[in-house]
């Protein structure tokens, strides 16, 4: 894994004859430490088409300066960038593409701009002489990239861009109220917020490299759609449903149509895919989680929404999602589990937990987690999954889109939910009557996943149908999270019935993990009797008249 820093800084820029304020009046700040000057080289790749840049991502070749080396950086909030660092070497490295592979594709990383900076630091300390903050005075000149790894060739015959940029940058876990400080000062000398993001941003702007001065760039996922091909497929659209005598077009005109919004849903799940890939990678908190519900969304929007967008088409990408899905879920589902009995295991008294449950229970996650976390960077490190993301954006340049695109979206949308409802009202009913046991835990399984694809589609609903559509939602986002718990419990006790066997096998005794599985039927009981009255509130014919355009 490469090495990560967290950068909060702020920039800002000067003209040549702007003078830097006095920082050390500032309040906590003791004294401004002269920390010397040095001179850095760095060359920046990305495609041809930037989509690096495109992403705010940035990933740089440096030579010079305390951090030489490469350096790939991830935007994480405004002002807030996660830096992950890779020793030198000609090429970019691995371990760090890998972190744009959701964005590159197979697309080739090539130099695109390089920088050479004289950087002046100066160290803000408290009176304990703790470092608050850098300063780093940076006297910038930048030039297209081609020969760049040349240094003697830097900018040969080539206009460039000269600049000056000033980079506070907070210590450590410091407080960023000290940000807010140094600005005030800053600016009240007349030093300007800085008018791009990044170095990399303004050298390609000003160098004619920037995206309008590029090749024609293609939009990914991370992008919004390309709308003069998603404007075509909906014209098409519209014509056929007129052509059948709906009248699509001239409704159409009144508001969003059903394909606006369907294609707005479908986007912003494949946007999170993208842009969670990277923290994935790295095993970031909820990251698997996250991806993996996306992935569901877009799956499911497929589904619920086939008037919209051919069936046929999205049908083998849908197949490649629950894929996806299903890969991720094996490293998700094992942490759930292991949290819900680990829990489980802290409300036991200790007199009842009997041999070394806790061990035994660590050792079981762990063997698992080992396993699991190699085989899901294995999936995303491999063929299938890059042909999966090429489809996505290959799905949002040219969308599927069928005759019902081009309605007006609140009628579509109402019909698409309520037909999923009615789906749910089935299985729901169907596993209330079923016999207790295996065929009724099964039933209600295939219930929670007909009330998560019904919640889904209703949050697909909702810039078309408004709150009707939220509190539908959220409705029936409470059947489903009972039906959730009781699924849970099943899988739970197939754990503790495995617990207990091997605490067994060990001479270790299973009592305490019996124990927990009585418990676990005990709530799954619960969870039975509690749904007829949760399912009866979820499905008053109110809420669903209330959906009706």
Known sequence: MADTVREIERKYEADDNTRLPDLAGIDRVAAVVEAGTEDLDAVYYDTADQRLAAAGITLRRRTGGRDAGWHLKLPVAPGVRDELRAPLSETPPPELTAFVRSRVLDGELVAVVRLRTRRTVRVLKDAAGTPLAEVAEDAVRAWPAAGAVDAGTAGAGRAGARWREIEVELAGDGDAGLLDEVGRVLTAAGVRPASAASKLERALAETGRGRDGAAPHTAGPDERPVHGSVRAAKAKAKGKAKAKGK????????????????????????????????????????????????????????????????????????????????????????????????????????????????ARLRIWSERRRAGARDRLLDVLDGPRYLALLKTLHAFLEEPPLRGAAGRPAPEVAAGAVLKDYRRLARRTEAALAAPAGQQRDEALHGARKAAKRTRYAAEAARPALGRPAKKFAKRTKRVQQLLGDHQDSVVARDALRELATQAQRAGEGGFTFGLLYGREEALAADRERALPDVWRKASRRKHRAALRP
């Open 247 to 358: 009248g699509a077009g001239k409704r159409g005109k009144k508001g969003p149509t059903a394909g606006d919004v369907v294609l707005r849903y479908a986007h912003e799940q494949v946007r999170v895919i993208i842009e969670l890939d990277p923290a994935v990678r790295r095993d970031l908190p909820d990251a698997v989680h996250r991806m993996r519900v996306a992935t569901r969304r877009l799956r499911s929007s497929f589904r619920s929404y086939g008037k919209v967008l051919d069936r046929a088409a999205t049908r083998p990408i849908g197949v490649e999602l629950k894929w996806l899905a299903a890969e991720l879920g094996v490293e998700r589902d094992r942490e759930v589990l292991t949290e819900r009995l680990r829990e489980g295991l802290a409300e036991v008294p200790g007199t009842l937990r009997l041999g070394p449950v806790d």
